[in-house]
RNA sequence: GCUGGAGUGGCGGAAUUGGUAGACGCACCGGAUUCAAAAUCCGGCGUUGGAGACAACGUGUGGGUUCGAGUCCCACCUCCAGUACCA
């Protein structure tokens, strides 16, 4: 490639040089109302990917926009550093995961670097650093204090083979990814964080955030989902020995036509109640079967399968024994895992009933229907709302009403009573692995369980644990786990699970506001001044986990005393996936495009500037070369006319402009305003670079670069406007050009321009006719031109005028500065 | 299965939120420049019919509302993301 004038990787490297011995990234330096821009914090996997590009180069612009419209920028980067590949790489290289680590943040801060991102390298941090850490084992300490954190049962994909816990992607078809074994589930004992304490606040606060997008507070909104109901407790007939069985349901004003119950198979009193039925095996192999079977098979469009326990319940209002079931479509992670079955009034259980033959009473006459349901020729449930019938003393009120008054009285009599209940589930935060945090608890044998105390902590990672991929690595170690009790001083042992590394990202923004803070996890007077992020940009795909985890974090700390805001991010831009030939890049698939490659070969520039052109952020984006090699043409000729623009001299603007001169003007202050209000109005960076690329067009139609037609000053101007215009998306060469044409300042300090309204102003406006919808012709008039003139101008255009001729004219619209519609017959 | 999205030329996308469908870029075609090529510049480019003027059709599919629908409503189809131990 022969190009002797613009050196992409010159010019890059030079500036880069520039803007680091500046400090022109360093949050403290200038503007005043501060502003706090993040892009969800990388996982050192190597190598940067496209998705990379794409997050971090929209953040970019985002920061250098703003920051040039007077805020104080806060634009931090870190990386989220613990976690199973690097684990996985350190059974396969027989090394340890923190080398992997650190070598590949080496590697990505530097391709991180080589893109000219605006961060505040001295903020960097790393998850998996004790100064990190330590902290969020004390804030763990304190939820445990509080009771936000517990102990419980964690439901688990176990490899016997392997000794070890699988994650979800580590089951194929419900195999161990490594040994081909069968998994099985096992209950583990575990901490949890009760996020359903907080389920009310996470919901009701998704209202505040006007600045997310609706579909990610739709996505949470359902994840928490929260019903109204009633909890119900129906006792085994003839077993006073065991508990009663909890259901829950959102239509308590069903329950006298309740028929039977239904259990998930992996409820805990399943194989108890089949032992006792007699029945072991053959709900034995049912709960087995199910346990292997995907979640199509379990849920609503499956086909409804189940087995009879033996045994029955009491209905406590009914008086009569209803029998239990085990089935395949109830959950055991929503609700109680157990249902009470109303055939009558709930599909499901319809489908249900039928099939095995069980009763069906109606219960609810629907509104509006004069023929009494009758449970032999009912074809479907009947779900909606009704009076009640064949219900006893509950006949004849409103099912809502009824709602009401069967909770009442199953509280009065002891056996339930109205509820809330969310879908979302406690946070399970133990991980048996090595390559995290460790959760800071001792455990002794005769004091229980012990927090380690504050003075301890961090509790640091053994260097030399191994790691085989059996076991957990901790547990394994000869001599890590075992401490003397902190309160009795006997031998004890340490808890051996690590934190999921949700963890670290739920609180590494608030880190960023003082990373070198020693007296706590962050400096109040520094998350005052920039909390909460104004705006946060990342995948989509976080839309239920990690966005909700770092939501509740703020909640919890709140409570726990610290001073931070109920939200954590303000505004929330969710980016789509960048694919190749229809397809996610991945290396199975051999569609892996290199940013390196392209970044070597085009400049960051050119990358940049692509990735943004290509698509909106929200939407996905197809990585197309050719495209690439597009956006390196447009930044060369920007090159290009910037040095033939310099080379005119640095003229002022003339008095007296020609009519050519006005022209490029008005392009140059149409770019300019267009640009500004596409960023300032939900940063639409590809329509505003569209918009540079259509005025550097008329640049070159003013004969800038050749045989100019237009002022020196005017076209000093054009040129001007186009290195302000283009510096949120390829940085190095707007300040390139921006020196070229004489500036002496770099423009990350030079105020965002204000474009010229009056130059933008046009002599007449198009205004388009139809006949009858259909677009038929089109008039020039001026832009003030009233209803008379728009419409005898828009009568008298000739193909107009054939259109109407012989028809009668029956309305006229008239839609000022844009089209004009006769209706006519 | 459930929840949330998306679907517009050969391709990526645009359309001031009900008012010219296809801005801008890519690809392609033609021309200028050149010994030639590259690069650059100029022009063309939804489909069908027509020499042309022009006409009909056209935003995943099928209906509907409206003077007017890519945009609003109803019913579907396909693809994508998440689904709680990947981060």
């Known amino acids: 490639m022969i190009e002797p004038h613009y050196r992409a990787q010159d010019i890059e490297t030079r500036w880069q040089q520039r803007w680091n011995e500046s400090g022109a990234f360093v949050a403290e330096n200038q503007g005043d109302s501060p502003y706090y821009v993040l892009e969800m914090f990388p996982y050192p996997s190597g190598k940067i990917h496209m998705g990379h590009v794409r997050n971090y180069s929209i953040g970019d612009a985002v920061a250098r926009f703003l920051r040039r419209r007077g805020h104080q920028i806060l634009h931090p980067i870190g990386w989220d550093a613990f976690g199973m590949p690097a684990e996985n790489a350190a059974i396969k290289n027989n090394s340890h995961p923190g080398t992997w680590t650190y070598a590949n943040i080496k590697d990505m801060r530097s391709q991180f670097k080589r893109l000219g991102l605006s961060y505040d390298w001295d903020r960097e941090l790393a ?61 583990l004992e575990a901490w949890s964080i009760r996020i359903t304490d907080y389920a009310q606040d996470l919901l009701d606060d998704l209202d505040s955030l006007s600045d997310w997008p609706d579909a990610v507070r739709a996505m949470q909104r359902n994840w928490i989902g929260r019903s109204v109901g009633a909890r119900i407790a129906l006792p085994v007939s003839g077993a006073d020995d065991l508990d009663p ?37 053959e709900v034995g ?14 849920g609503d469009g499956a086909e409804k399968r189940g087995v009879f326990t033996g045994m029955y319940a009491d209905h406590p209002l009914l008086g009569r024994k209803i029998p239990i079931y085990v089935a395949n479509f109830v959950l055991m992670d929503y609700g109680t895992g157990a249902v009470m079955a109303v055939p009558a009034h709930d599909q499901r259980d319809f489908e249900f009933a039928q099939k095995y033959g069980l009763d069906i009473a109606p219960v609810i006459q629907p509104h509006g229907e004069d023929q009494a349901l009758d449970a032999a020729t009912m074809e479907a449930a009947r779900p909606e709302a009704g009076v009640l019938i064949n219900s006893g003393p509950f006949d004849g009120l409103d099912n809502e009403e009824a709602k009401r008054v069967l909770a009442a009285k199953l509280s009065e009599i002891g056996c339930g009573g109205a509820t809330i209940n969310f879908r979302l589930r406690d946070w399970g935060v133990s991980r048996q692995r090595y390559w995290g945090a460790p959760i800071p608890i001792i455990y002794c044998d005769s004091c229980g369980v012990s927090p380690v105390p504050d003075a301890d902590l961090p509790v640091t990672l053994p260097e030399d644990a191994e790691m085989t991929g059996e076991g957990s690595p901790l547990a394994n170690h ?7 009790c902190p309160s009795c001083g006997t031998p004890a042992v340490r808890e051996t699970d690590t934190f999921d590394t949700f963890w670290q990202s739920s609180w590494y923004f608030l880190r960023y506001c003082s990373p070198r803070f020693e ?56 980016q789509g996936m960048v694919i190749k030939d229809g397809a996610k890049m991945s290396k199975s698939k051999g569609n892996v495009v290199d940013p390196t490659s392209i970044i070597e070969r085009y400049g960051a520039d050119t990358a ?34 910037g040095e033939a623009a310099a080379a005119l001299g640095e003229e002022a603007l003339p008095t007296d402009l020609s009519e050519a001169d006005q022209v490029l003007r008005r392009s140059t202050h149409k770019m300019l305003r267009k640009v500004t209000h596409d960023l300032e109005n939900g940063f639409h960076f590809n329509t505003a670079i569209a918009a540079i690329m259509e005025h550097l067009n008329a640049v070159t139609a003013a004969g800038v670069g050749g045989e100019s037609k237009v002022h020196a000053g005017v076209a000093r101007e054009s040129m001007e406007m186009v290195a302000h215009a283009l510096f949120p998306f390829a940085p190095h060469l707007a300040d390139e050009l921006h020196e070229m044409l004489g500036a002496s300042q770099d423009l990350m300090r030079t105020p965002w321009p204000e474009h010229d309204e009056a130059a933008c102003e046009e002599s007449s406006v198009t205004i388009v006719v139809q006949v009858m919808g259909k677009l038929r012709g089109k008039i020039e008039v001026a832009p003030d031109a009233d209803k ?18 012989g028809k009668t004219l029956i309305k006229e619209i008239v839609v000022p500065g844009r089209l004009v519609n006769f209706v006519a017959r």
């Open 788 to 805: 008379e003139t728009i419409l005898s101008a828009a009568k008298a255009e000739p193909s107009v005028a054939r259109h109407l001729e």
């Open 608 to 641: 940049r500037l692509f990735i943004l052109f290509a698509a909106p952020p929200e939407k996905e984006l197809e990585w197309n070369d050719n495209g690439v090699e597009g956006a390196y043409r447009f930044l060369r000729r920007v090159h290009r006319l």
């Open 285 to 298: 192999e049912f709960v087995a079967e199910m346990g292997r079977a995907d979640r199509s098979a379990r």
């Open 478 to 484: 000869p001599t890590w786990k075992h401490v003397p």
């Open 127 to 187: 998850t998996c650093h004790p100064g990190y850490f330590r902290w969020e084992q004390k804030i763990f300490l304190e939820m445990l204090d509080k009771g936000i954190a517990f102990r419980s049962q964690q439901r688990v994909n176990w490899c016997v083979e392997c000794a070890t816990v699988l994650a979800n992607e580590q089951v194929n078809d419900g195999a161990c990814w490594r040994c081909d074994e069968v998994v099985e589930q096992r209950d």
């Open 519 to 574: 007296e706590g996890p962050f400096d109040p007077e520094a998350v005052a001044r920039w909390m909460p992020v104004d705006h946060y940009i990342g995948g989509i795909e976080h839309a239920c986990m990690h966005l909700l985890y770092a939501r509740f974090f703020m909640k919890a700390l709140a409570d726990l005393g610290y001073e931070v805001p109920r939200e954590p991010f303000k505004r929330l831009t969710t």
């Open 245 to 281: 069985i909890e259901v829950f349901t959102t239509r308590p004003d069903t329950f006298m036509g309740c028929t039977f119950m239904s259990l998930a198979p992996e409820h805990p009193m399943v194989m108890e109640l089949a032992a006792r039925g007699g029945v072991s095996q």
